[in-house]
């Protein structure tokens, strides 16, 4: 009787203070779209631009983010396509760094076994569980990063994409399940009410293969937008479709937290994984790019390629509210360590810092060992800039440079954010042009970045072989 009775008082100690310490460790919900561009949405990016908002394509649940929420209207994308972007936000560390530059290059000299979000988030909680459903877009395994369930190594051909049939990729095509959408969202849905139930905290990316190519819908959504006029920038029927199915998918996670009384308790980040293509085909010759008045798109490091919605709703966020401070995804790895353990990163090789004082009003500045945002795109791209070329963004300013002959370009992104101004040449600002190129040049350096030389892809050879480092 005495064993039962001290058992029972250990079980009750047990479960308050499970409870209790559980209670302190917030739930995560990173919801990732393809391609999906910065004015891709009926949110307006910026408060006072109504080009900031798609004047065609609907979505009134991520407009439900947006309205308890923080908008952040200058958020970057790592890189402007999708594999390094993915690597960067389970790292916190730029592509430069990770020299994972590209789709399809080789990542032998990458350790996945490194420190990533959902390791980072054990660490601070043993019991924390973490889920990745949808597009893995990386080498290596979900299970490898830390994930304790996903759906596997997944990447684009999962979600319906015919690489090889241009017509197909960009025609319109019909499913109840478009993309994947709704049966990804099933899973997340039962993994958010597994730790319901298990009162554990938890980490869940829903990385969705929409919206990027092949273009698939509902019937009845193609036919909801073959009745609305079109708008001047946004005018595709299939990107309109799919864009509104993949909304609906982000209306059944928020209305599952309401039905579980999780909302208190979890941050929900939406965002995508660089910005939009610049046009459905033929995209070489465009006078307007989907991504307008952001300068052309997915591909290149021009901000129509990298600038993309950042949105993030939660515990200690009240109201609508805008931030203009420049974040990265290299950004995400050290916030979500703050928030879930009030936990300061400060390992060496991590580029990204702590947004959370910006989310909770408390300042409008990130510190990072690594001064300012960096891109780099090494490589020759016939659909995009078609020149190797990395960026540099420090506060207002962004410099790209050009590896064919060392040029260099300028922007005021803040008051020019279709960079159509080359400040580069005008004396004024000739000192901050050297001075951020020096920046540049001498991180790419310090990281053994990849080095542009003609007629490298990094696809076919390790870099050991290759041996171009800047």
């Not at 908002?53 to 970057?76: C, H, L, Q, W």
């Not at 830390?146 to 017509?167: L, Q, W």
């Not at 298990?198 to 273009?215: E, R, V």
């Amino acid at each position: 009787m005495l064993k039962q009775i001290l058992f029972s008082i250990f079980l009750l100690f047990y479960q308050l203070t499970h409870l209790q310490s559980n209670s302190n460790h917030p739930n995560f919900i990173l919801i990732l779209a393809d391609d999906q561009g910065w004015n891709g949405t009926s949110v307006k990016m910026i408060n006072d631009n109504d080009l900031s908002m798609s004047d065609f394509y609907e979505t009134p649940n991520i407009e439900r983010i947006a309205e308890k929420g923080v908008i952040f209207s200058n958020a970057y994308a790592s890189a402007p396509v999708c594999a390094p972007s993915r690597y960067s936000i389970q790292f916190g560390q730029t592509p430069a760094r990770l020299k994972m530059i590209r789709v399809g290059m080789n990542t032998d000299h990458i350790d996945h076994n490194k420190l990533s979000i959902p390791k980072q988030l054990k660490e601070i909680n043993s019991e924390y569980r973490s889920a990745h459903f949808g597009k893995w877009g990386m080498d290596s395994t979900p299970e490898n990063i830390g994930y304790d369930k996903s759906d596997g190594p997944t990447k684009n051909k999962d979600g319906v994409f015919n690489y090889n049939s241009n017509k197909l990729q960009w025609s319109n095509n019909e499913s109840s399940d478009p993309k994947k959408i709704f049966s990804i969202t099933k899973r997340a849905i039962n993994f958010i009410e597994e730790n319901k139930q298990s009162n554990t905290p938890f980490f869940l990316q829903i990385s969705h293969y929409a919206i990027h190519s092949d273009i698939v819908a509902r019937k009845e959504t193609y036919q909801k937008f073959k009745n609305k006029n079109n708008g001047e920038i946004h005018n595709n029927l299939g990107l309109a479709a799919m864009t509104f199915d993949l909304d609906e998918s982000v209306g059944l996670i928020l209305d599952k937290l309401e039905e579980l009384n999780l909302t208190e308790n979890t941050y929900v980040i939406y965002t995508s994984d660089n910005g939009s293509v610049p046009i459905v085909t033929p995209r070489k010759y465009y006078k307007q790019s989907y991504n307008f008045p952001l300068e052309r798109g997915k591909w290149d490091a021009m901000e129509g390629g990298i600038r993309v919605p950042f949105i993030v709703m939660g515990p200690g966020i009240n109201e609508r509210r805008y931030a203009e401070t420049p974040i990265s995804f290299s950004d995400l790895l050290p916030t979500i360590s703050d928030i879930a353990g009030n936990k300061i990163l400060n390992r060496k090789n991590l580029d990204g810092g702590s947004f959370k004082k910006l989310l909770f009003n408390k300042s409008d500045k990130v510190f990072r060992k690594t001064k300012g945002l960096i891109f780099h795109v090494p490589y020759e791209n016939k659909i995009a800039l078609e020149r190797a070329h990395s960026a540099i963004i420090v506060d207002n300013y962004k410099l790209i440079k050009f590896y064919d002959n060392n040029d260099t370009k300028l922007y005021d992104v803040k008051n020019d954010i279709s960079e159509s101004i080359d400040l580069s040449k005008i004396f004024i600002y000739e000192r901050l042009n050297k001075k951020l190129e020096k920046i540049l040049d001498n991180y790419l350096e310090e990281v053994k970045a990849p080095k542009w030389q003609p007629g490298i892809t990094w696809k076919e050879n390790t870099l050991k072989i290759i041996n171009s480092y800047h």
